[in-house]
């Protein structure tokens, strides 16, 4: 049973820092897509960032590109979300999501596990 789960939201200030942790449990997870999407109150779920577990190849959606970083400990078997210069419009609840494939994708039913989410509230 694969369970990821998320920790590290919080209250910051604009222009402030983050980092979110997803831990990742279950599976050998070397063939998997690990990605983060967010969902602010009343808006749809959007992509945030995805990276291959093998091999690191990551992709950033454009209104996070240079601000945040997606990253993975193999030893740990945990995918990070490193988020600085925080703007409000970065307010959501922020989920790790797993897919069982090596096929990049930004569509998140296309990802096979959720967990609950973390809360990230940016004040101005």
């Known amino acids: 049973q694969v369970q990821l789960v998320e920790s590290g939201g919080g209250l910051v200030q604009a222009g402030g820092s983050l980092r979110l942790s997803c831990a990742a449990s279950?599976?050998?997870?070397?063939?998997?897509?690990m990605a983060w999407f967010r969902q602010a109150p009343g808006k749809e779920r959007e992509f945030v960032a995805h990276?291959?577990?093998?091999?690191?190849?990551?992709y950033y959606a454009d209104s996070v590109k240079g601000r945040f970083t997606i990253s993975r400990d193999y030893a740990k078997n945990t995918v990070y979300l490193q988020m600085n210069s925080l703007k409000p419009e970065d307010t959501a609840l922020y989920y790790c999501a797993a897919r069982s494939s090596s096929v990049l994708t930004t569509q998140s039913d296309a990802y096979d596990y959720w967990g609950q989410g973390t809360q990230v509230t940016v004040s101005s």
């Open positions: 279950g599976r050998t997870f070397s063939r998997y897509i």
């Open positions: 990276i291959r577990w093998s091999g690191g190849t990551t």
